[in-house]
Nanobody, 115 residues
Framework: QVQFVESGGGLVQSGGSLNLSCVVS????????VGWYRQSPGKQRELVAV???????HYGDSVKGRCTVSRDNLEHEVKLQIHSLTSDDTAVYYC?????????WGQGAQVAVSS
């Protein structure tokens, strides 16, 4: 059974930083691309950042230059950090693990950026 434990998020200050963590169990973690997507009300889910099994990085246009994603294969953990937050970063952030054949989603972590 695949399980996600997402932590971090909540209410964060505009101009501040966001730190999210996701620990995934039940998969061969090192062979999955892992990362984060987000969805705001009325909008489609969008890519935030993904790190592949060979440590290639993919960032969404809206966070490029102010976002870092990292992975720890021993701890089965993927972390996300976003700096210089604005209200546009308010969303539900979803952890994702994808092998290319199979993908799994976490339950989501709500993030609200306050001005």
């Amino acid at each position: 059974q695949v399980q996600f434990v997402e932590s971090g998020g909540g209410l964060v200050q505009s101009g501040g930083s966001l730190n999210l963590s996701c620990v995934v169990s039940g998969i061969d973690f090192s062979n999955y691309a892992v990362g984060w997507y987000r969805q705001s009300p009325g909008k489609q889910r969008e890519l935030v950042a993904v790190i592949t099994s060979v440590r290639s990085f993919h960032y969404g246009d809206s966070v490029k230059g102010r976002c870092t994603v990292s992975r720890d294969n021993l701890e089965h953990e993927v972390k996300l950090q976003i700096h210089s937050l604005t209200s546009d970063d308010t969303a539900v952030y979803y952890c994702n693990a994808d092998s290319g054949d199979t993908g799994y989603w976490g339950q989501g972590a709500q993030v609200a950026v306050s001005s």
